[in-house]
């Protein structure tokens, strides 16, 4: 039912294994090794079509100066920070709340209501493309951080309800039962009790929708327009110019982009995966 664990293979099969690994490691960071890559490249080499020979010269700190200090990259990492931290402080919130209420309690349009936040996650994004922007304009959100964040909100509090609703239902329901003989208030249960349990769940949904929004493109172009609101995923084209495109300063903006998220991971990482694996093993 199961694959049989490497170490229990034959040594042939071991050798072949530990020989293609590498090579498979080293074709999925291909993408992300030219982008390293091109950033360090002069804009001579992109003129001259050397896009995969050896630089020519190496302009990394010229390249990332620009980025940095000629650009206003700065501003859109500020925006990503501004429309991410409160997006992920939102949705998990929210999702904590009612994980609660779907998890614990019992009433008949339980599974109707947990069923609509769910059938929310298949939607097609880019069928909301329209109403979504025709709705941010009439409230007066369009181009604001603000009403990226509270599309973000709304749109993450599905996936992150279903997570924290399965995680709510594995605890133990007799500690909320015993607190409930005690005579402790609902509000207090969840706060002091069961909050506290749900903080690997958190973290691990914290990290996830972090990367999941920081990296968001698509409702950052739909919904923002310009340096005032953008994010640094859509500020990065910035670097088009009218009949063609700084692929060394987009590089470099875009390695920069990626650090916050990369960081977060392995900051979290521990909270991570106790979080993912909690309750697999009893």
Not at 31 to 42: E, G
Not at 108 to 122: E, K, S
Not at 180 to 200: C, S
Request: net charge positive.
């Amino acid at each position: 039912m199961f694959p049989t664990p490497i170490a229990k293979t034959s040594r042939t099969w071991q050798l072949t294994y530990q020989s293609l690994l590498p090579l498979v490691l080293f074709i999925w960071l291909m993408p992300l090794l030219a982008v390293a890559v091109f950033s360090i490249k002069p804009d001579a080499d992109f003129s001259n079509a050397n896009y995969w020979g050896w630089p020519t010269s190496f302009e990394g700190i010229t390249n990332y100066g620009k980025v940095f200090l000629d650009s206003p990259m700065p501003r859109f990492l500020l925006n990503s920070v501004f429309i991410t931290i409160p997006t992920v402080i939102g949705a998990v919130a929210l999702s904590c709340m009612t994980g609660f209420a779907l998890g614990i309690y019992k009433f008949r349009a339980n599974l109707w209501i947990f069923f609509m936040f769910v059938a929310g996650n298949f939607v097609p994004f880019q069928i909301l493309m329209v109403p979504v922007r025709d709705l941010t304009v009439d409230m007066g959100l369009y181009n604001t951080k603000t009403g990226l964040v509270l599309f973000h909100i709304a749109f993450q509090t599905g996936f992150c309800t279903l997570f924290m609703r399965n995680f709510i239902r594995a605890l133990p329901f007799e500690l909320i039962e015993a607190a409930r003989v005690e005579g402790i208030a609902e509000w207090r249960i969840f706060w002091y009790v069961v909050l506290p349990l749900m903080k690997p769940a958190i973290a691990a949904l914290s990290v996830l929708i972090f990367t999941f929004i920081w990296n968001d493109y698509f409702w950052a172009v739909v919904l923002t327009q310009g340096e005032n609101a953008q994010p640094v995923t859509a500020g990065i084209t910035s670097f088009n110019a009218q009949y063609r495109a700084a692929y060394h300063l987009m590089s470099a903006g875009s390695i920069v982009a990626a650090l916050p998220p990369v960081a977060m991971f392995f900051l979290m990482q521990k909270h991570f995966i106790a979080g993912l694996t909690l309750g697999a093993v009893k």
